[in-house]
């Protein structure tokens, strides 16, 4: 498609976005369930109900404008969450597939705050202060996702999982 103007870049980006989030949320339930250390499942259950309000708040702000939040597909999250499930799929003691389960939530984490950073940057250029503010709440709560994944490496799951068992 032709666009004419930051303000169609920043509807096309947050459809790419909207239909990540969407992809996240079948995701996360599966990397739940397959994480053993009880503080990462749980990361993974709150970051799931967050994603939902980052869906609902895409939403919100398409109403906004008055375009439709469908018709792209993220490839980008596609190919994440596809080396994810390659990594779900290998053989490895519970230690081990926790740090690998950060590992790949830590690249989708990135990977969203990229895009949020990008797009916030975007409706203030334009001068759209409201979706500014809505897009910088979710960017927030990729950031704190991603600090908490850290923090629960850095603490315990990376320690345990470069012990010898
Ligand atoms: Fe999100
Ligand atoms: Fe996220």
């Known amino acids: ?3 004419e103007s930051l303000q169609e870049l920043l509807v096309e980006e947050m459809r790419d976005l909207y239909n990540a989030e969407n992809q996240l949320l079948k995701a996360l339930p599966k990397m739940a369930k397959k994480a053993s250390n009880p503080q990462l499942k749980k990361a993974f259950e709150t970051h799931l109900k967050e994603t939902e309000g980052h869906v609902q708040r895409l939403q919100r702000v398409f109403e906004k404008l008055g375009k439709k939040p469908t018709g792209k597909k993220c490839a980008a999250m596609e190919g994440l969450i596809e080396e994810g499930k390659e990594m779900m799929a290998e053989d490895m003691d519970e230690d081990t597939m926790d740090a690998a389960l950060i590992s790949a939530a830590q690249k989708v984490e990135h990977y969203e705050i990229a895009s949020y950073g990008t797009v916030r940057t975007w409706a203030q250029l334009l001068g759209d202060e409201q979706t500014a503010r809505t897009l910088q709440q979710t960017l927030d709560e990729e950031g704190k996702t991603d ?8 603490s315990s799951i990376n320690i345990e999982a470069a012990q010898p068992n």
Do not use: F, I, S, V
């Not at 600090?147 to 850095?154: N, R």
């Open 147 to 154: 600090k908490l994944l850290t923090d629960l490496a850095e």
């Open 1 to 3: 498609m032709e666009m």
